[in-house]
Nanobody, 130 residues
């Protein structure tokens, strides 16, 4: 069984920064062979793609609204994935979810599709205040 546990959320003023962490565990699971993604869901809205990284870490993907502000990274030795969020805006307020796939993606378009991911964390709340 694979578990993803997010942490690092909280309340921050607009313009501030937060670093989200996702700890992955499972008897045979390793993020080193898994595409990893971050999604978010604001109240009353659908879950939306934020950022993702290929299993090789060669490719990263971001939704337009966070490009230049958010950075996804991973530490394979620790089985951890991170989302560094800078210059936070009010519209970044949401519950942030970590996601992992059990298979490689062979199309860049797959990374932004929630149904391509097999495992999800419980989410961590990020609230940006003015």
């Amino acid at each position: 069984q694979v578990q993803l546990v997010e942490s690092g959320g909280g309340l921050v003023q607009a313009g501030g920064s937060l670093r989200l962490s996702c700890a992955a565990s499972g008897r045979t699971f390793s993020i080193s062979s898994s595409p990893m993604g971050w999604f978010r869901q604001a109240p009353g809205k659908e879950r939306e793609f934020v950022a993702a990284m290929s299993w090789s870490s060669i490719s990263t993907y971001y939704t337009d609204s966070v490009k230049g502000r958010f950075t996804i990274s991973r530490d394979n030795a620790k089985n951890m994935v991170y989302l560094q969020m800078n210059s936070l805006k009010l519209e970044d307020t949401a519950v942030y979810y970590c996601a992992a796939s059990s298979s490689h993606f062979y199309s860049g378009g797959y990374y932004s599709q929630p149904n391509r991911y097999d495992y999800w964390g419980q989410g961590t709340q990020v609230t940006v205040s003015s």
